[in-house]
């Protein structure tokens, strides 16, 4: 298997502009988690789903960001419109569970968001 | 008091050295425990699940205090390529929820 896929891996864009991060989990993966990394904040949980279905989005900072996975091998993270402190590294994660003590996350590569 | 706490470092150890970091948590119905590593500009993957018993794998043991509410993570005879930042991960079932400390940075040095 290729692995949790992300694209872009490096995303530059202005202030004000939509940035759609894109994320593919392992196949078969029934969870799928967005969460976003900073020096200053360390690794936040934004949203996870469950069978492409939103659990939890009370990590999501505010109506800029959405995500939706309209089907089980692809799901979207949007900030419009963006702001210099949304600058981050974005990382997608799958696991085949979670909450049972069995839930091992798989990282992707991470979209590294700068906007100016 | 954040969920779950850890010293952020950077611990700075010669190689073949044995370091150890702790991890606290405040939730007492934390369930499931796990050390991740990230190295640097990568994404954090898993390293070890930690189990109420203990563990071992190879040069690093993973210990659970309940009572303590602390995990911790043994590195003995430490290697160059163990330099790293080192996540804690506490899960809670009932919740659903599985929260990651912020990290520590280990640096080993030749």
């Known amino acids: 298997d290729a692995g949790v896929i992300q694209s872009p891996r490096h995303e530059v864009t202005e202030m004000g502009q939509e940035v759609t991060l894109r994320c593919k989990p392992i196949?078969?993966?029934?969870?799928l988690f967005w969460y976003r990394q900073t020096m200053m904040r360390g690794l936040e949980l934004l949203i996870y789903f469950n069978n492409n279905v939103p659990i939890d989005d009370s990590g999501m900072p505010e109506d800029r960001f959405s995500a939706k996975m309209p089907n089980a091998s692809f799901s979207t993270l949007k900030i419009q419109p963006s702001e210099p402190r949304d600058s981050a590294v974005y990382f997608c994660a799958s696991s085949l569970s979670h909450g049972t003590g069995q839930e091992t996350q798989y990282f992707g590569p991470g979209t590294r968001l700068l906007v100016l | 008091r954040k969920e779950v706490e850890q010293d952020p470092g950077p611990f700075n150890v010669p190689e073949g050295a044995t370091v150890a970091f702790n991890c606290t948590y405040s939730n007492s119905a934390s369930q499931s425990f796990f050390w991740y590593r990230q190295d640097c500009r990568k994404e954090p993957k898993l390293l070890m699940s930690v189990y109420s018993s203990g563990n071992e794998d190879g040069r690093f043991t993973a210990q659970l205090n309940r009572a303590s509410q602390y995990i911790s993570l043994l590195i003995r005879d430490s290697k160059l390529s163990d330099s790293a930042t080192y996540l804690c991960v506490v899960g809670y079932s009932s919740a659903s929820k599985i929260i990651f400390g912020s990290g520590t940075r280990l640096s080993i040095r030749p």
């Open positions: 196949s078969g993966h029934d969870y």
